[in-house]
């Protein structure tokens, strides 16, 4: 168990519906990780948050967004969900900002199907 | 633009056998991390190890080992006698600028 905890581990839904996808990170870790894995696109990085604020962004799409709340939990959201969104999201969590000198811990992903 | 490449896409080994898997990074910046992760059947990934492109030292542990090398830009990855456990797809990442870039992943299927 990495102490990551994601919410929820499966999610059905439609053609243009909206969800979000939600992380603990691990106590005490500042940073948090979104990742997305698909058949077609692979492992990408999608956005990270640091204590808060924004720190980098990797391939994320315009209908998607992301927040971190002053507990340090994330949320992901997705909207004008479209068949190609369907995979496996991950969220990382690290004590410091960044993966240079800091260990990531993964959380177990949340399986989205856009049907 | 920064690649990954792992070319392998499967590899199927007999217990104890060793075994290497292959990556290729594609990168203009002079600092840079290498990372490689583990993905077993059950789908949570896990972090093995990371190396800053200063660093060519090679590095071991246990049954695992690492070999950086900054002239063919790759970072390969051994496993000295392998076990059924180690049965996993296994990801390779470059990660500079905050932001990580994988490979494909190699699935690496250990018989007994």
């Known amino acids: 168990d990495s102490g990551v905890t994601q919410t929820p581990k499966h999610l059905i839904t439609a053609t243009g519906q909206r969800v979000t996808l939600r992380c603990s990170p691990r106590s005490g870790d500042l940073s948090v990780y979104w990742y997305q894995q698909s058949l077609d696109q692979g492992l990408q990085f999608l956005i990270q948050y640091y204590n808060g604020e924004e720190r980098a962004k990797g391939n994320i799409l315009e209908r998607f967004s992301a927040q971190q709340f002053p507990d340090l939990h994330s949320e992901l959201n997705l909207s004008s969900l479209e068949l190609g969104d369907s995979a496996l999201y991950f969220c990382a969590s690290s004590a410091g900002g960044g993966l240079a000198n800091n260990e990531q811990f993964f959380g177990p992903g949340t399986r989205l199907t856009v049907l | 633009a920064q690649k990954v490449t792992q070319a392998q896409t499967e590899i199927s080994v007999v217990e104890k056998e060793d075994v290497t898997l292959d990556c290729v990074y594609e990168?203009?910046?002079?600092?840079?991390?290498l990372f490689w992760y583990k993905q077993p059947p059950s789908g949570e990934l896990v972090f093995l190890i990371r190396?800053?492109?200063?660093?060519?030292q090679n590095e071991i542990s246990g049954r695992y080992s690492w070999n950086f090398q900054k002239s063919t830009s790759s970072f390969n990855f051994t496993i000295t006698a392998s076990q059924v456990v180690d049965s996993a797809v296994y990801f390779c990442a470059l990660y500079n600028a905050g932001k990580s870039t994988f490979g494909d992943g190699t699935t690496l299927t250990v018989k007994p």
């Open positions: 990168t203009r910046d002079t600092t840079y991390y």
């Open positions: 190396r800053n492109s200063f660093d060519e």
